[in-house]
């Protein structure tokens, strides 16, 4: 509202209350603002609603991630160990099994100690030569001695190398120190040889005439394990941590425990899996409650739901109602349904979870279930590999393939004589901006020693797209493409000497017809969708190499790879999966362009056009006020005037009314 300025007489001659009436009077005036800040204030609410649900979509999709994948499941495992002497952990790649063994005797580091010097560990010892260790059969590692040098100076030296051990100095007794020699790593194939040419005899072996030098201290020695009773397997490793014993995972060895049976599993987490499943389905009521009761009417409170009526909630609320027991659209066995493993939904809506059913159905064929929650694709030909379908309508496919996917290839024929002097003997294969030179004897080598010379030229030009091979019996010679496909190709050139030692295209050279390369070929095929209101049922797939797309239809988002060496039919199942049916439903709530970011558009273009509307309506009051204050302020003065006007008048009239009395 616009204020009163500087000036303003309220009602002094009117008596009025001027302020409090245009202020009455702009309120009225305000009304439609108030009505359009009202609407803005419950388009607000309707946008707090969808990033609530939002919200609950984003915890429903990590909890879709989970189980989304076959692997997310198998991945699960579970690691025991009947005893503490041995700790267990999950290997990095999951597997399953169980052995029981005893631990003999751990694996040890070697430990060398030296003979005792009488000196502190900081005194020079006056020597000089060469000490050096070796780890195993590794080359030894070695410091130069000097005359100045110390146990602590050799011992940083020696340290300083990082030669898979370490040197320390040890107090014994008063003004005696030895050296240590620690082996880093463990096992028998890791022990320490220490040579010597300083003339201290500490450093030298124990022997009859030096009786105070070397001693082992700790041998290097494999850790061993017994698997069985009488006629035990022993096994040896050379490292306390196993993670070659039982798949799935590893094993640590704290304690021998010679003749104690230690059992170690891994098997499939069922306990995981259900609680993964479980999540799953508490994300989606989460989801499926936060849309109901947002779209809904309460009879207790007597409010309506900011969505109440929203045709895109009544949408998303259907879709993920129905993704959760909807149909997989391939028969998978035994678990090929939610019902199966223990998943519906109640008469309320609410999607219910069997756990007792659900982790029999793990316990039964734990790969199975996993297979029900995730999309997948199969083939029925052993030809037919690497098939992926994320965005293909779940069902049965037919897939035809007309030609086979072949490989740029060139062949000299069945006449390989290359023995005249006008042939050249110089030529280089090119591909992919890789060259491979190569000079061969054509008067004394054969084809298959041609064949080498060739392909020993590619290998160490690193060109691994081109082999060589004899055709024809080794009476020929043929170059080919390990690609498949039209894209993939290379080329031959006959060379000749440049005269500078190097060599330049010969234009008039020809290398057996090698030079002429017959493209490869991209695999044809098509894919029957099934789709009985369409005239014709297949689709064209796109070829490229050996592999086959579908551009678009039914199966829009299929591919497979063709390995066979001519035509064939296989059929494609795709199941999207409850999980990928699921994260189909998502995909369309969700990120820009779904139906939550479209309807908050909306929300939010009505929201500025309701502030644009208000903000001229606000300019206009303001005029408006300004207007009502000028008015009554006129008004004010007018009487103001009139009220003046009536006093002099009056005065008049009483002083004619005096002279009056006094004649």
Same mark, same amino acid.
């Given at each position: 509202?616009?204020?009163?300025?500087?000036?303003?007489?309220?009602?002094?001659?009117?008596?009025?209350?001027?302020?409090?009436?245009?202020?009455?009077?702009?309120?009225?005036?305000?009304?439609?603002?108030?009505?359009?800040?009202?609407?803005?204030?419950?388009?607000?609410?309707?946008?707090?609603?969808?990033?609530?649900?939002?919200?609950?979509?984003?915890?429903?999709?990590?909890?879709?991630?989970?189980?989304?994948?076959?692997?997310?499941?198998?991945?699960?495992?579970?690691?025991?160990?009947?005893?503490?002497?041995?700790?267990?952990?999950?290997?990095?790649?999951?597997?399953?099994?169980?052995?029981?063994?005893?631990?003999?005797?751990?694996?040890?580091?070697?430990?060398?100690?030296?003979?005792?010097?009488?000196?502190?560990? #900081?005194?020079?010892?006056?020597?000089?030569?060469?000490?050096?260790?070796?780890?195993?059969?590794?080359?030894?590692?070695?410091?130069?001695?000097?005359?100045?040098?110390?146990?602590? #100076?050799?011992?940083?030296?020696?340290?300083?190398?990082?030669?898979?051990?370490?040197?320390?100095?040890?107090?014994?007794?008063?003004?005696?120190?030895?050296?240590?020699?620690?082996?880093?790593?463990?096992?028998?194939?890791?022990?320490?040889?220490?040579?010597?040419?300083?003339?201290?005899?500490?450093?030298?072996?124990?022997?009859?005439?030096?009786?105070? @030098?070397?001693?082992?201290?700790?041998?290097?020695?494999?850790?061993?394990?017994?698997?069985?009773?009488?006629?035990?397997?022993?096994?040896?490793?050379?490292?306390?941590?196993?993670?070659?014993?039982?798949?799935?995972?590893?094993?640590?060895?704290?304690?021998?425990?010679?003749?104690?049976?230690?059992?170690?599993?891994?098997?499939?987490?069922?306990?995981?899996?259900?609680?993964?499943?479980?999540?799953?389905?508490?994300?989606?009521?989460?989801?499926?409650?936060?849309?109901?009761?947002?779209?809904?009417?309460?009879?207790?409170?007597?409010?309506?739901?900011?969505?109440?009526?929203?045709?895109?909630?009544?949408?998303?609320?259907?879709?993920?109602?129905?993704?959760?027991?909807?149909?997989?659209?391939?028969?998978?066995?035994?678990?090929?349904?939610?019902?199966?493993?223990?998943?519906?939904?109640?008469?309320?809506?609410?999607?219910?979870?069997?756990?007792?059913?659900?982790?029999?159905?793990?316990?039964?064929?734990?790969?199975?279930?996993?297979?029900?929650?995730?999309?997948?694709?199969?083939?029925?030909?052993?030809?037919?590999?690497?098939?992926?379908?994320?965005?293909?309508?779940?069902?049965?496919? #037919?897939?035809?393939? #007309?030609?086979?996917?072949?490989?740029?290839?060139?062949?000299?024929?069945?006449?390989?004589?290359?023995?005249?002097?006008?042939?050249?003997?110089?030529?280089?294969?090119?591909?992919?901006?890789?060259?491979?030179?190569?000079?061969?004897?054509?008067?004394?080598?054969?084809?298959?020693?041609?064949?080498?010379?060739?392909?020993?030229?590619?290998?160490?030009?690193?060109?691994?797209?081109?082999?060589?091979?004899?055709?024809?019996?080794?009476?020929?010679?043929?170059?080919?493409?390990?690609?498949?496909?039209?894209?993939?190709?290379?080329?031959?050139?006959?060379?000749?000497?440049?005269?500078?030692?190097?060599?330049?295209?010969?234009?008039?050279?020809?290398?057996?017809?090698?030079?002429? +390369? +017959?493209?490869?070929?991209?695999?044809?095929?098509?894919?029957?969708?099934?789709?009985?209101?369409?005239?014709?049922?297949?689709?064209?797939?796109?070829?490229?190499?050996?592999?086959?797309?579908?551009?678009?239809?039914?199966?829009?988002?299929?591919?497979?790879?063709?390995?066979?060496?001519?035509?064939?039919?296989?059929?494609?199942?795709?199941?999207?999966?409850?999980?990928?049916?699921?994260?189909?439903?998502?995909?369309?709530?969700?990120?820009?362009?779904?139906?939550?970011?479209?309807?908050?558009?909306?929300?939010?273009?009505?929201?500025?056009?309701?502030?644009?509307?208000?903000?001229?309506?606000?300019?206009?009051?303001?005029?408006?006020?300004?207007?009502?204050?000028?008015?009554?302020?006129?008004?004010?003065?007018?009487?103001?005037?009139?009220?003046?006007? @009536?006093?002099?008048?009056?005065?008049?009239?009483?002083?004619?009314?005096?002279?009056?009395?006094?004649?």
């Amino acid at each position: 509202m616009v204020s009163q300025g500087l000036f303003s007489i309220g009602g002094i001659a009117s008596g009025l209350d001027t302020a409090g009436m245009i202020e009455q009077l702009m309120a009225i005036e305000r009304q439609p603002i108030v009505r359009m800040q009202n609407t803005q204030k419950q388009l607000r609410s309707v946008d707090s609603a969808w990033q609530s649900i939002n919200t609950r979509l984003s915890a429903l999709r990590s909890a879709v991630d989970a189980v989304s994948q076959a692997d997310k499941f198998t991945s699960l495992i579970a690691v025991n160990s009947s005893s503490a002497n041995v700790a267990v952990s999950k290997a990095a790649t999951p597997g399953t099994g169980t052995l029981t063994f005893s631990v003999e005797r751990l694996a040890t580091a070697h430990q060398v100690g030296s003979g005792a010097f009488a000196a502190t560990a #900081t005194q020079s010892l006056g020597a000089t030569g060469r000490l050096e260790v070796a780890v195993g059969t590794g080359a030894a590692v070695g410091i130069d001695v000097t005359a100045d040098d110390s146990l602590q #100076t050799i011992a940083g030296k020696l340290n300083a190398l990082k030669g898979g051990f370490t040197a320390s100095v040890i107090k014994t007794a008063e003004g005696e120190h030895r050296m240590v020699f620690n082996g880093n790593a463990t096992g028998a194939a890791n022990s320490l040889s220490i040579t010597t040419t300083t003339g201290l005899s500490a450093f030298m072996p124990t022997d009859g005439v030096n009786l105070d @030098g070397l001693r082992t201290l700790q041998t290097a020695q494999d850790a061993m394990l017994k698997v069985g009773g009488t006629n035990a397997i022993e096994l040896y490793r050379a490292s306390n941590t196993v993670d070659d014993l039982v798949p799935g995972a590893v094993v640590n060895l704290r304690q021998a425990a010679p003749g104690e049976q230690i059992t170690v599993s891994a098997s499939r987490d069922t306990t995981a899996a259900v609680k993964a499943v479980k999540d799953y389905v508490n994300a989606l009521n989460g989801a499926i409650k936060t849309v109901a009761d947002l779209s809904a009417y309460n009879a207790e409170t007597k409010t309506a739901g900011s969505l109440q009526g929203d045709s895109t909630a009544r949408r998303l609320l259907s879709n993920l109602r129905q993704a959760a027991v909807a149909p997989i659209g391939v028969d998978l066995g035994t678990y090929s349904s939610p019902a199966s493993v223990g998943i519906a939904v109640d008469r309320h809506g609410v999607v219910t979870l069997d756990e007792t059913k659900l982790k029999a159905a793990f316990d039964d064929d734990f790969e199975a279930v996993a297979r029900l929650f995730s999309p997948q694709a199969t083939t029925t030909s052993a030809s037919a590999t690497a098939v992926g379908a994320s965005t293909t309508r779940p069902g049965v496919y #037919t897939v035809e393939v #007309t030609e086979a996917a072949t490989r740029a290839r060139s062949v000299t024929g069945a006449t390989f004589s290359p023995n005249t002097a006008a042939e050249p003997k110089t030529f280089r294969i090119s591909s992919g901006g890789t060259h491979a030179t190569v000079t061969i004897d054509t008067t004394n080598m054969s084809a298959a020693q041609v064949v080498a010379a060739i392909n020993e030229a590619l290998d160490t030009a690193k060109l691994t797209t081109v082999r060589a091979e004899e055709t024809g019996g080794g009476t020929g010679i043929a170059l080919q493409d390990t690609r498949f496909g039209s894209a993939p190709t290379y080329t031959v050139e006959a060379m000749m000497a440049d005269g500078a030692g190097g060599y330049v295209v010969d234009p008039n050279g020809s290398v057996w017809g090698l030079e002429t +390369v +017959v493209a490869g070929k991209d695999v044809v095929g098509r894919i029957k969708t099934g789709d009985a209101t369409s005239s014709d049922p297949w689709v064209a797939m796109t070829g490229r190499g050996q592999q086959l797309s579908v551009p678009d239809g039914a199966a829009k988002g299929a591919i497979a790879t063709w390995t066979g060496a001519g035509p064939g039919t296989f059929g494609i199942d795709v199941s999207r999966g409850l999980a990928g049916g699921l994260g189909d439903a998502l995909a369309l709530a969700e990120g820009k362009g779904g139906m939550i970011a479209r309807a908050r558009d909306g929300i939010t273009n009505q929201i500025a056009v309701y502030q644009t509307r208000i903000d001229g309506f606000e300019q206009r009051l303001g005029m408006r006020e300004t207007t009502l204050r000028r008015q009554f302020t006129a008004m004010e003065t007018a009487l103001s005037n009139m009220q003046a006007q @009536g006093n002099w008048l009056t005065s008049q009239l009483s002083s004619l009314n005096g002279l009056s009395s006094q004649r």
